[in-house]
T-cell receptor, first 113, second 113 residues
């Protein structure tokens, strides 16, 4: 199993551009989530999904959209990139039966200039 | 609101010594407390969790202690090794948002040879 795969690993955007961060998991986990990590800070929840077709907002959802059309994929869309969205983004998946153990991807380092 | 914080942002210990990483939390309703380890350039990795009705749980070389009276959580690592060098995050799972994890800021553990 590959676990949680995020692409791309690095991305530079200009202010106002849009893009999609991809996340895929092959563990058949029901729950998936997106976090952002800023220097010296912990992870903050952006959006999460408890299953295909169901998404909800986390702590810092503004400027981001998500969808969950399949169990495996949970893309994160930046609608109009802003410098404040410069961060490292992590996708995670969790099994419903063991939902304190989140499996994280390697992260996407995004810079908005 | 919910918040999880750490007493010390950095901790240096000698190889072979025991390490203790501390964490304070504020949400008395959280039902699980979790420790994650993040190595440089990687996503966080689950270490151990403890349910709120327990005060101690042991894993391989790690022990988590929970003191609900003072809302304090600690991670003890026995006989630290160079591979233990990482940032350690505590997290809590609020009962109301069963799949939402709230992370603390992290403690950087450095192992000196």
């Amino acid at each position: 199993n590959a676990g949680v795969t995020q692409t791309p690993k690095f991305q530079v955007l200009k202010t106002g551009q849009s893009m999609t961060l991809q996340c895929a998991q092959d563990m058949n986990h029901e729950y998936m989530s997106w976090y952002r990590q800023d220097p010296g800070m912990g992870l903050r929840l952006i959006h999460y999904s408890v299953g295909a077709g169901i998404t909800d907002q986390g702590e810092v959802p503004n400027g981001y959209n998500v969808s969950r059309s399949t169990t495996e994929d949970f893309p994160l869309r930046l609608l109009s990139a802003a410098p404040s969205q410069t961060s490292v983004y992590f996708c995670a998946s969790t099994s419903w039966g063991k939902n304190t153990e989140a499996f994280f991807g390697q992260g996407t380092r995004l810079t908005v200039v | 609101g919910e918040s999880v914080g750490l007493h010390l942002p950095t901790l240096s210990v000698q190889e072979g010594d025991n390490s203790i990483i501390n964490c304070a939390y504020s949400n008395s309703a959280s039902d699980y407390f979790i420790w994650y380890k993040q190595e440089s350039g990687k996503g966080p990795q689950f270490i151990i969790d403890i349910r709120s009705n327990m005060d101690k749980r042991q894993g391989q070389r790690v022990t988590v202690l929970l003191n609900k009276t003072v809302k304090h959580l600690s991670l003890q690592i026995a006989a630290t090794q160079p591979g233990d060098s990482a940032v350690y995050f505590c997290a809590e799972r609020a009962v109301q948002g069963a799949q939402k994890l709230v992370f603390g800021q992290g403690t950087r553990l450095t192992i000196n040879p």
